[in-house]
């Protein structure tokens, strides 16, 4: 099956901890992005990936590494540094975008990330 | 600053009724708007979308309203139903300039159709 692969499902940290999300996808996408949701606040841009080895900052990106060392893969660590990490974060990818077309981003199913 | 505002925050809907979600923009630079769809502790999902070429987009029970001139677009569930309860975000993509596909979400709208 293709598809979008986001482990574990439910994770649970303690304060000043790092922890890192795993996200995969056999899409064959090149572009792939973090988002983080919070209640009432929609979906917010974290980091994004349009090629290997290279990778850009969202709108809220404080507090957040990543890295992406293969097409395929795109996880996101959460450091110590970032102030209110429980969340519930989402991966996506997509082919990348061109000036004539928009493509479509397609979700994983979200890691819910508790910090006790 | 929300960039994309969305309301109303939440909907109860009878089934065979119109669900009605209303999305504004203010970035002129938007051209592209797709509207996801989210059940509880899934990944969003793409519904429908628009160009703001054209004023509005049918698929099947699902409608988008687009007023370029207001800046605003709409989204309309027709013969709602128990199964389109779930929670729907707007969004806007800019025109490509190199910065990829950023979507910008609007806050949500978690629709509950009753029997």
């Known amino acids: 099956d293709g598809g979008i692969t986001q482990s574990p499902k439910y994770l649970f940290r303690k304060e000043g901890q790092n922890v890192t999300l795993s996200c995969e996808q056999n899409?064959?996408?090149?572009?792939m992005y973090w988002y983080r949701q919070d209640p009432g606040q929609g979906l917010r841009l974290i980091y994004y990936?349009?090629?290997?080895?290279?990778?850009q900052k969202g709108d809220i990106a404080e507090g957040y590494s990543v890295s992406r060392e293969k097409k395929e893969s795109f996880p996101l660590t959460v450091t110590s540094a970032q102030k209110n990490p429980t969340a519930f974060y989402l991966c996506?990818?997509?082919?990348?975008?061109?000036?004539?077309?928009?493509?479509?981003?397609?979700f994983g199913p979200g890691t819910r990330l508790t910090v006790l | 600053q929300q960039q994309v505002k969305q309301s109303p925050q939440s909907l109860i809907v009878q089934k065979g009724g119109i669900s009605i979600i209303n999305c504004a923009y203010e970035?002129?630079?938007?051209?592209?708007f797709p509207w996801y769809q989210q059940f509880p502790g899934k990944g969003p999902a793409l519904l429908i979308a628009?160009?703001?070429?054209?004023s509005e987009k049918k698929e099947g029970r699902f409608t988008i309203s687009f007023n370029k001139s207001a800046k605003q677009f709409s989204l309309h569930i027709m013969d709602s139903q128990p199964g389109d309860s779930a929670t729907y975000f707007c969004?806007?993509?800019?025109?490509?300039?190199?910065?990829?596909?950023?979507?910008?979400f609007g806050t949500g709208t978690q629709l509950k159709v009753e029997l």
């Open positions: 996506a990818s997509s082919y990348s975008g061109t000036r004539s077309s928009y493509n479509e981003q397609f």
């Open positions: 628009i160009r703001p070429d054209v």
């Open positions: 969004a806007a993509v800019p025109a490509l300039t190199g910065g990829g596909n950023k979507l910008t």
């Open positions: 990936s349009q090629i290997v080895n290279d990778f």
């Open positions: 899409l064959n996408h090149d572009a």
């Open positions: 970035n002129t630079a938007f051209d592209y």
